[in-house]
């Protein structure tokens, strides 16, 4: 009965996989979807047909605006359907503050998920958040898009004044019915006999 228990267990955590997706800092340029920086470390193995567990978190820059033109920042995701995607940007040129970005994302067919500015708070009372946050499940298998821009950009254009560092943290999580197989298996691990 343990060893089968342990078996078990073992396969069913084996069903996902944990990671690690990314980078270090934004290369230039990115400024499109042709030139998004790609955030996964081995395709291949994402284009599977499950999502796999992984967070991480880079550095990247929205360069001072040229000509009335400011930065945008692309970066792309190759997964299967059925996976959350998390993404958050955190200002750091003061901290919490600049830049004050948007953050967006676009599904495999280059349809948009949503846009997020100012999202949350931090616990420090530094006064205005600028950070950005969205959430989105994929839908369909293939290149998804984040993109980072400034504050009033609604068109992802470069019509922003914004400039300065940010983290931006990603983090893919299977869907719930995958992440059930890895709960699961950890179950058969932490059941003790009776």
């Known amino acids: ?3 089968t228990a342990l078996i078990t267990g073992i396969v069913l955590m084996a069903a ?5 997706v990314f980078v270090g ?13 790609p955030l996964v470390s081995n395709t291949a193995d994402w284009n599977s047909a499950s999502c796999r567990l992984s967070a991480d978190v880079g550095m990247g820059s929205l360069a001072a605006p040229a000509g009335g033109v400011g930065d ?3 970066f792309s995701l190759v997964l299967p359907a059925g996976c959350i995607v998390t993404a958050i940007t955190t200002p750091l040129s003061p901290f919490s503050s600049a830049p004050d970005t948007l953050l967006g994302g676009l599904d495999a067919a280059l349809a948009p998920y949503g846009t997020n500015d100012d999202a949350g708070t931090d616990s420090n009372g ?6 950005s946050a969205i959430r989105f499940l994929t839908t369909a ?3 998804h898009y984040i993109r980072v821009t400034g504050f009033n950009d609604t068109g992802f254009a470069g019509q ?3 400039a300065g560092d940010y983290l931006l943290t990603i983090s893919v999580t299977p869907e719930p ?3 059930g197989l890895l709960l699961g298996g950890l179950v058969f691990f932490a059941r003790r006999r009776k």
Do not use: C, E, K, W
């Open 72 to 74: 945008v920042d692309y």
């Open 126 to 131: 530094a006064g205005t958040r600028r950070g």
């Open 1 to 3: 009965m343990r060893i």
């Open 141 to 143: 298998a293939g290149t």
């Open 160 to 162: 922003h004044s914004q």
């Open 25 to 37: 800092f934004d290369t230039v340029p990115n400024n499109t979807q042709a030139t998004a920086q």
């Open 16 to 20: 996902t996989s944990a990671n690690a």
């Open 177 to 179: 019915a995958t992440l």
